[in-house]
């Protein structure tokens, strides 16, 4: 969505019903975005940019992947994270997002890094 175009969107959004986050994703006020667990997949025939995924679905995913796989390396959850989300290349830029929603799972303590393996938070707040 173009900078007016999405300005005019959020011109009008009910700021006591919708929040927006530090990456500028709208969320309704309800949502408490650190227990939020849903995320949207996408197939291989769409695939969002990293900036357009919510490092809160980004988490979510890997939170997904981690749990199936009772634990995973580092970059093999950056490929099957990206995956999810319709993507096929691990550039610097999208690997620098997944760093992001990576970092995010641990500082909610929804994921734990020990050496290169992520796996599950025991503990949760």
Same mark, same amino acid.
């Given at each position: ?38 995320? !949207? ?25 981690? !749990? ?26 999208? &690997?620098? !997002? ?9 500082? &909610? ?12 938070? &025991?503990?949760?707040?």
């Amino acid at each position: 969505m173009s900078g007016p175009r999405a300005n005019s969107v959020l011109d009008v959004l009910d700021v006591s019903q919708h929040s927006r986050d530090s990456d500028g994703f709208i969320w309704d006020a309800s949502i408490d975005r650190d227990t939020w667990d849903y995320f !949207r997949p996408n197939g291989s025939a769409v695939a969002r940019k990293p900036e357009h995924v919510s490092v809160v679905e980004i988490r979510n995913a890997m939170v997904e992947i981690v !749990r199936v796989s009772g634990g995973i390396a580092v970059d093999e959850l950056h490929r099957e994270t990206i995956r999810t989300f319709g993507g096929k290349r691990l550039t610097a830029g999208v &690997t620098a !997002r997944l760093n992001e929603g990576l970092q995010y799972g641990v500082n &909610t303590e929804r994921l734990e890094l020990r050496a290169e393996l992520v796996l599950l938070a &025991t503990a949760r707040k």
